[in-house]
């Protein structure tokens, strides 16, 4: 591995080296790096003194960490701007043709841009960060343990080579300087919102959190490294004039695939639908460990988050029924509609998150119903109920047909993924991500929404009847 990237080190010193030499990319970056913690550093004293003025209480601990964060997340946008022109910026000023007819190999010359782009980054950040915890701690305002200054760089870290990463896939995709900055609005801000959840995360002081956020993080920009290597090509670099967006031909493409050879619906479902489904056998087995994960780790939540004795207490469970239950009525028949809207509106968020994110969030959004039935499963197993009783009654009726259908619609996400970071060859990365939305369109429309509007009606005319029959009394 050392010996195939080597050479790719040629192509990041000539880089790094001409990053340094110019005053106009360092003037700029060194002037945030300074000034940034120093303005943080100003604004959060005065900001406590302000609240301690009016009797208002703020923890050090839940201002300073978002701050250090910020200190170190600014000069990575800044630093975004030479991993933007990695190959566009060298096209428009026509001196990428000598690097291209290099002897180093696709996969080197990626390499060597991206590192390029990164160790100036990574610098930047190390440094205003290192600078603004040696201003706080000189002033004595805040003293952070050394654990908490390791997870706020190593977000910084993940954050820069996730940023970075997208950038050189952006830069290496794109026929100008131009449409790669409009481009880069969609790494920044996701990014932004990002920042502020790890930040909650950080006052939050869960550990386990994020440990599995820098996890994922680390695989999307993993995947992101993998789709810019999978999708170069130096030829096509060279000679991609300008971007064309024909919808027409594009809409006739999508339904030509979707419907394959097939003359009939019968034909279709046991053709195309059929050869699609053989692909997701893979990653619906990934979907289902994440869930299994999800329904563990809900359950062990439920000694966290205790639910009020009032809501669920062993006085109200006798024999194992829970009384006055008859009395309650669960969902309208005219709510069957609500019930499939909001499976849908979950599916939806799975996909564009997933979009986002190659699949890896989607796997979250699609864990977080299990998550929940495994901390209610625990909650009535603690008040006196049978958790496998509760099961069979309240999930079992519709979860029969829902939970195959998450898991049908997850695998479908991460299908889409897989089809954008492994393309066949020849394959650009437009056409790739129009295979893979066939094939998700293709699962939706025949097996996930018929599942979901039989799981709809048998959770509004079934499963309340089935509780009400089991634990009514």
Do not use: C
């Not at 000023?93 to 980054?121: C, N, T, V, W």
């Not at 994020?210 to 096509?236: P, Q």
């Not at 060279?238 to 024909?246: M, P, Q, T």
């Amino acid at each position: 591995m050392w010996l195939r990237l080597r050479p790719a080190l040629v192509v990041t010193r000539r880089e790094v080296r001409d990053h340094f030499r110019d005053w106009r990319i360092m003037g700029p970056m060194l002037l945030l790096v300074v000034m940034l913690p120093l303005f943080m550093n100003y604004a959060s004293t005065r900001f406590l003194s302000f609240a301690d003025r009016y009797g208002a209480h703020v923890e050090a601990d839940q201002i300073f960490p978002f701050l250090l964060m910020v200190v170190g997340f600014f000069p990575v946008t800044v630093a975004l701007v030479l991993a933007l022109e990695s190959f566009v910026g060298e096209k428009e000023r026509r001196s990428i043709e000598p690097l291209l007819s290099s002897p180093l190999s696709d996969s080197q010359l990626y390499y060597g841009k991206l590192l390029a782009a990164l160790i100036p980054a990574l610098m930047a950040s190390y440094l205003g960060m290192a600078l603004y915890l040696v201003w706080v701690y000189l002033q004595g305002v805040w003293q952070p343990s050394g654990v908490l200054v390791l997870q706020i760089f190593a977000i910084a870290t993940t954050n820069s080579l996730l940023m970075v990463s997208g950038a050189v896939v952006v830069s290496s995709q794109t026929t100008s300087m131009r449409a790669a900055n409009l481009l880069a609005v969609f790494i920044i801000l996701p990014m932004a919102v990002l920042l502020q959840a790890e930040s909650a995360v950080i006052v939050w002081a869960n550990e386990f959190v994020l440990f599995w956020t820098l996890v994922g993080e680390a695989v999307i920009a993993f995947l992101l490294i993998r789709i810019g290597i999978a999708h170069f090509n130096r030829e096509e670099l060279v000679s991609r004039e300008f971007d064309s967006f024909d919808l027409r031909a594009g809409v006739a493409l999508f339904w030509k695939d979707f419907r394959g050879e097939a003359d009939t619906p019968w034909a279709w479902y046991r053709s195309e639908l059929q050869k699609t489904f053989r692909n997701m056998r893979l990653p619906a087995l990934l979907v289902m460990v994440v869930s299994i994960g999800g329904l563990l780790l809900g359950a062990s939540l439920a000694d966290q988050f205790v639910v009020p004795a009032d809501l669920i207490s062993v006085e109200s469970i006798k024999n194992g029924a829970i009384e006055g239950l008859q009395n309650y009525r669960f969902f309208e028949d005219s709510n069957i509609l609500l019930v499939l809207m909001n499976n849908l509106r979950t599916v939806l968020i799975a996909t564009i998150v997933g979009l986002l994110s190659f699949g890896v969030l989607a796997l979250i959004v699609m864990a977080m119903p299990i998550l929940v039935i495994g901390f209610f499963t625990a909650t009535i197993a603690s008040a006196g109920l049978s958790p496998i009783l509760f099961l069979l009654a309240v999930v079992a009726p519709h979860g029969i047909l829902e939970i195959p259908a998450f898991i049908l619609a997850g695998a479908a996400i991460l299908r889409l993924g897989a089809k954008l970071a492994s393309p066949s060859p020849g394959q650009t990365m437009g056409s790739a991500w129009l295979s893979g939305m066939v094939d998700w369109a293709k699962i939706m429309v025949g097996l996930v929404l018929p599942l979901l509007i039989g799981a709809a009606i048998l959770e509004v005319l079934v499963t309340p009847r089935v509780v009400t029959w089991i634990f009514g009394g």
